[in-house]
């Protein structure tokens, strides 16, 4: 069960097999769904985090208060 009470769609007993085997991640580099590197090969792992293009949002400058815009204080 799930947090919202709704049977959980993954087979948690073929992922803890699948980790205790330590099998490999099925990967077909011919397959472009497959992604930009082989998830087995550490090197490529690591050559791709390194290389890749982190993209983040611009930072928002803060806002200055105006000195009309001073908030009450309670009495």
Do not use: H
């Amino acid at each position: 069960m799930t947090i919202s009470g709704k049977p959980s769609r993954t087979d948690w007993e073929w992922v803890r097999k699948q980790i205790e085997a330590d099998a490999p991640v099925p990967y077909d580099p011919n397959d472009p769904d497959d992604g930009p590197y082989d998830p087995n090969d550490d090197e490529a792992v690591d050559r791709f985090l390194t290389e890749a293009n982190r993209v983040c949002p611009p930072r928002q400058p803060p806002t200055a208060q105006a000195d009309d815009d001073q908030i009450p204080k309670a009495s």
